[in-house]
């Protein structure tokens, strides 16, 4: 790294060489005012009240266009400088509805205007639902704005409120460009454009089509980096400013990608993208940016547990629920004792439902294994890499991964390896919106998409000529030397798919990345307890449900979740807490265990499903259940003795063949594995819990 010294308003510091002055000021707590630069875009330049004096050169340059240089020689607080960012600032405010700039009550406004506020007005006094977190509302501040100095034209343009998530307001719009700048440069998807000319310009789609017909995927990226109130998420948008901010995990895939959990009044109010480097890195899809706070705020959420009786439903206590729970089970022959656990449980919960089923129910628990497709899914775990392994890639397969919602913020990841020369190759069954930006194609279809790739394997390292897509893509993979694969959910429930692209990955030598959609997959696998214990009889004497809806008839269910059934009145319901009122574990694709940590109480009377299932235990006359939080459950699953019960599954299993250990870029599956035997700190480091 070179470095290089410049003076700003007097002081000498220190830059990298290739920042701008900006981002040299920025870098030695100097304040230079900006409105269109962002940290993670590129220059644009397009506010100039960041314009600055620089000794030797003409007029006043914006600082976050110019490099700096060795011996510069910089002003940022002049009077010409801040007389001409008063006039900047007052003709962007001429197209803007400013009232609450300038008002002299608008430090009473919180008190005085709560009822206008509630009327969801989208513009005017006290109405705006970017208050209080607008960026102009801030540098009004700083320059000392009090009145209204020229004209104000009001644009009279619509409120866009027809696509999902998100309202425009573009009357609120100051044309800094940070939106477009987003939807184009990072996300390759150029959603958003300017249009028109002149006095005429906005931000818009082309064709002014909606965001779902321009292909948006709705990452919430422009929302994310918008200085005023022109993009507004609907769920939020009057919900004020969060008092608190909780870093979490994401728990709609097993990518677990870091958030940050919004938190106003005991409630989550919404979720922003986590900073994670190695992960998601300040992105995120649109389940986690937008569905969450929904979620976990669903006015349909269970809250007290209840019993029915004659086909009416009862609330009752946890001590009585709790008490006929386990009578039921109790006197339910185990042969006719059906269990069903959802792979979204946290490792904790997996662990004692585990112990639960052996120790209380003395079920066969499924091995997670043959639920999985063991020839093929056990050999493609064999090569397991990780996200930061993939951006080291010289050829990316992504196959079966549909990346328009559910995966969104990998295509920031794909652009990079494309700029960084990597080749992107899409295979999947028909076309998908990966393909705008893949440089080759396999396609495949429902029926025989093994036979597809039966030709890829057959063709690597023979000659060929062809100038088909395909042969483009077996060249690719043939002459490239960190070949990667990523693996999405169309072909992952697919066993001769799965045997197929292990084929390929061995004889490519190349990391893999499984990426299904169920939040705890790998966890599930970890602790063996994946699928559900089959009862004997077509319809058991009792089915428990455990964060899940109910797969097959029963004569009595046990329905243990944060949401209601679907066509199906449950006989006892135990509510649960979502991941956002408890602590927990998830283990991710890249067999990391990502913490998640309490935001907000538990909704109503609900509780942590280990918490239920340990209680029902004890009930039962079980003993090794006394957990009185999730310290207890860790000391336990990190102990020799329950070794049996919580080990590291599938992979464990193919560590022990000794010398076949598979190694990608230098590192051993072994060290990224081990982690699972000693998952969390030490008991010691836990005591405090």
Same mark, same amino acid.
């Given at each position: ?420 020369? =990597?080749? +992107? /190759?899409?295979?999947? #069954?028909?076309?998908?919106?990966? @393909?705008?930006? $893949?440089?080759?194609?396999?396609? *495949? ?108 008839? =029963?004569? +009595? /269910?046990?329905?243990? #979740?944060?949401?209601?059934?679907? @066509?199906?009145? $449950?006989?006892?319901?135990?509510? *649960? ?113």
């Amino acid at each position: 790294m070179t470095l290089l010294s410049l003076t700003i308003n007097g002081k000498t510091v220190q830059a990298e060489k290739g920042q701008t002055i900006l981002q040299a000021a920025q870098r030695n707590d100097i304040d230079i005012p900006t409105l269109c630069a962002y940290k993670d875009l590129p220059p644009f330049g397009g506010c100039r009240m960041c314009v600055v004096e620089v000794d030797g050169m003409r007029g006043f340059p914006t600082a976050c266009t110019t490099p700096a240089e060795e011996g510069m020689i910089v002003r940022t607080e002049t009077t010409a400088l801040q007389t001409l960012r008063l006039e900047t600032f007052n003709m962007l405010l001429s197209e803007h509805p400013l009232s609450c700039l300038v008002c002299p009550e608008k430090g009473n406004c919180t008190e005085c205007m709560m009822t206008i506020r509630k009327g969801g007005v989208t513009t005017g006094c006290g109405s705006c639902p970017k208050d209080q977190q607008c960026e102009l509302q801030t540098l009004a501040k700083r320059l000392g704005v009090d009145e209204i100095r020229l004209p104000v034209k009001y644009r009279m343009y619509p409120v866009e409120k027809f696509d999902p998530f998100y309202d425009r307001d573009y009357n609120l719009c100051i044309l800094c460009g940070r939106c477009v700048q987003v939807c184009d440069k990072l996300h390759i998807l150029s959603t958003l454009t300017f249009i028109e000319r002149g006095s005429h310009t906005k931000v818009g789609t082309a064709f002014e089509r909606s965001h779902v017909d321009a292909g948006c995927s709705f990452c919430g990226a422009c929302v994310d980096r918008c200085p005023v109130g022109a993009l507004t998420e609907k769920t939020r948008k009057w919900e004020g400013v969060a008092e608190s901010e909780v870093e979490s995990i994401c728990p709609y895939c097993s990518a677990g990608c870091s958030i940050r959990l919004q938190v106003r009044k005991g409630t989550v109010i919404g979720c922003l993208p986590g900073e994670d480097p190695t992960l998601n890195a300040g992105n995120l899809c649109v389940h986690g940016r937008f569905g969450l706070s929904e979620v976990v705020n669903y006015p349909g959420r269970l809250k007290t547990p209840w019993r029915q009786v004659d086909g009416h439903k009862f609330e009752c206590g946890w001590e009585e629920v709790i008490e006929l729970a386990a009578a039921k089970l109790a006197a339910a022959n185990p042969q006719n004792i059906s269990l069903q656990i959802s792979t979204n449980l946290p490792d904790e919960d997996l662990f004692v439902a585990r112990k639960f089923a052996e120790q209380v129910l003395h079920l066969p628990v499924p091995d997670a294994g043959k639920a999985v497709s063991p020839s093929g899914f056990e050999r493609l775990v064999q090569r397991a890499a990780t996200f930061e392994q993939m951006r080291q890639a010289d050829c990316l397969l992504v196959a079966g991964l549909e990346t328009r919602y559910s995966a969104s913020w990998l295509e920031y990841e794909f652009k990079q390896l494309k700029q960084n020369g =990597a080749t +992107l /190759i899409s295979a999947g #069954n028909g076309k998908r919106p990966l @393909d705008r930006f $893949a440089n080759e194609f396999i396609y *495949t279809n429902d029926e025989g998409a093994e036979e597809a790739f039966v030709d890829v394997i057959d063709r690597l390292g023979r000659e060929n000529q062809g100038a088909t897509t395909l042969d483009r893509a077996i060249c690719a993979l043939h002459n490239s030397r960190r070949a990667f694969l990523l693996i999405g959910p169309e072909y992952l429930s697919n066993p001769r798919m799965l045997e197929q692209l292990a084929i390929l990955a061995e004889r490519l030598q190349a990391g893999v990345i499984c990426l299904p959609m169920q939040g705890n997959f790998y966890g599930a696998i970890h602790t063996g307890i994946m699928g559900k214990s089959a009862s004997q009889s077509s319809q058991p004497e009792v089915l428990y449900c455990i964060g899940d809806q109910p797969e097959q008839p =029963a004569d +009595l /269910i046990l329905y243990q #979740n944060a949401f209601p059934t679907v @066509d199906v009145l $449950a006989d006892i319901g135990l509510p *649960t807490a979502l991941f956002t009122e408890r602590d927990g574990t998830y283990t991710n694709v890249e067999f990391r265990q990502r913490r998640f940590i309490k935001a907000v109480e538990p909704a109503g009377l609900a509780r942590p499903d280990w918490q239920i299932i340990a209680g029902i235990a004890r009930q039962m006359g079980a003993s090794g259940f006394d957990y009185h939080s999730i310290g207890d459950i860790r000391k336990e699953m990190t102990s020799s003795d329950t070794e049996r019960i919580w080990k590291p599954g599938l992979a464990a299993e193919l560590l022990s063949i000794s010398g076949n250990e598979p190694v990608f870029m230098g590192s051993p599956l072994s060290t990224r594995v081990a982690g699972l035997r000693t998952l969390f700190p030490s008991p010691e480091a836990e005591a405090g819990e």
